[in-house]
């Protein structure tokens, strides 16, 4: 006979269970405090908003974590406070898509500039919109755009471009059939 484990009472709480249909963290939080999730009800700081005159809403009271986009925690877990309000007034964003910024400003926590979308079609976003990192822009390029203008006319080797340029054969060969540096 298997035995069945079960987990803890508290939403999105995933430890087994310990007594009175808690885990152990959350049964000592009831046995001392009287409430289950005392913790992190107490802990919690006031989320502070400040409407910018563009629309965007930005937050003045938490540090942006992982970048500029501010995070709270919830569950003992980090989540993005745009994430947060868009699962409060839209519920969870759904498997395989992601949440795009229709404002272009990472920071904006306003659910009005938000929509759900692919990955790729955030990046499509990013690449209309100049907020890609190519070409010159990446922070790894050796390559200017005069340069490639200069390789893609050039009557040289990609063995001699290579040596020319410091960089691999495979790259001159990218950059002359434009898989690579497409823009220009």
């Known amino acids: 006979m298997r035995k069945i484990i079960k987990n803890c009472n508290v939403d999105d709480c995933k430890k087994p269970y310990h007594s009175s249909g808690y885990c ?3 049964y000592e939080m009831k046995r001392i405090h009287g409430d289950p999730l005392y913790i992190y009800q107490k802990q919690c700081r006031p989320i502070v908003l ?3 005159s563009n629309g965007c809403i930005i937050c003045t009271s938490h540090k942006p974590w992982a970048g500029i986009r501010p995070a709270v925690k919830r569950g ?3 989540i993005f ?8 007034k839209n519920g969870k964003v759904p498997n395989g898509l992601v949440l795009r910024h229709k ?8 659910v009005d500039h938000l929509e759900t979308g692919t990955q790729a079609d955030n990046i499509h976003d990013a690449v209309r919109r100049g907020r ?8 790894c390029s050796k390559l200017n755009n005069e340069s ?8 040289l080797t990609n063995i ?8 691999n054969k495979e790259t001159i060969s990218r950059v002359r059939r434009f898989k690579s540096w497409k823009h220009v």
């Open 160 to 167: 001699a471009l290579a040596n020319l340029y410091d960089l």
């Open 103 to 110: 404002c272009d400003y990472g920071a904006c926590v306003n």
């Open 76 to 78: 003992g877990k980090p």
């Open 50 to 52: 400040t409407k910018l």
């Open 24 to 26: 152990k963290n959350h």
């Open 81 to 88: 406070l745009g994430h947060y309000f868009w699962e409060q």
């Open 148 to 155: 490639v203008k200069n390789i893609r006319s050039s009557k």
């Open 132 to 139: 890609h990192c190519a070409g010159e822009r990446h922070g």
